[in-house]
């Protein structure tokens, strides 16, 4: 009924609190899908778990930036009861909480998504079990390696991408 994926992400948003996780797990999916499309339900939950990363980080702008994309990609959702298993109900006025502390530079908390479908909520809290993670666990911010993954991670297979890349438009040219 749900991707894989993004029980997956739900898992880590809620249990392990790796957003840039998340972020990886969602934007694989999203581009094998066949949608691609910038306005995807997808592209705004990976935001929402970009902004939570960047508030842990007290990035406030980078998480004020992408946190208003993903409010304005999951609005196109609103009028549906539930938006992928989610109470729409509760998600909006979280949302423009968040929002609010952001704009306020308040320090990070940890939030858990109101999971409106049980079957979504029972796989989750399986998925996070098989994960050695505890479901809404508060974010560990001493871990280095969550907090600041983006900065810990191997960039070698990116910067070879972006080689080739340029190499590739210089031979079209």
């Known amino acids: 009924m749900y991707p894989k994926a993004y029980i997956q992400f739900l898992a880590h948003f809620h249990g392990d609190r790796d957003y840039f996780?998340?972020?990886?797990?969602?934007?694989?999916?999203w581009k094998e899908s066949n949608e691609r499309k910038k306005d995807s339900i997808w592209v705004g939950f990976i935001l929402l778990a970009v902004s939570r990363y960047h508030q842990r980080r007290k990035n406030f702008i980078g998480a004020k930036r992408t946190l208003e994309k993903a409010i304005k990609i999951l609005s196109i959702?609103?009028?549906?009861?539930?938006?992928q298993g989610?109470?729409?109900?509760?998600?909006?006025?979280?949302?423009s909480k968040l929002l609010d502390q952001?704009?306020?530079?308040?320090?990070?908390?940890?939030?858990?998504?109101?999971?409106?479908d049980p079957i979504l909520l029972?796989?989750?809290?399986?998925?996070?079990?098989?994960?050695?993670?505890?479901?809404?666990?508060?974010?560990?911010?001493?871990?280095?390696?969550?907090?600041?993954?983006?900065?810990?991670?191997?960039?070698?297979?990116?910067?070879?991408?972006?080689?080739?890349?340029?190499?590739?438009?210089?031979?079209?040219r």
């Open 21 to 29: 996780e998340c972020h990886e797990i969602l934007e694989e999916y």
């Open 77 to 83: 959702q609103e009028s549906r009861p539930n938006i």
């Open 86 to 95: 989610l109470d729409s109900g509760s998600l909006f006025p979280l949302l």
């Open 102 to 116: 952001i704009n306020h530079e308040e320090s990070y908390q940890s939030i858990n998504l109101q999971i409106a």
């Open 122 to 172: 029972d796989a989750c809290i399986k998925e996070c079990r098989s994960k050695g993670f505890i479901w809404g666990q508060e974010s560990d911010l001493g871990d280095e390696s969550i907090v600041h993954r983006h900065k810990l991670r191997d960039r070698t297979y990116v910067t070879e991408e972006r080689i080739e890349a340029l190499k590739n438009r210089k031979d079209n």
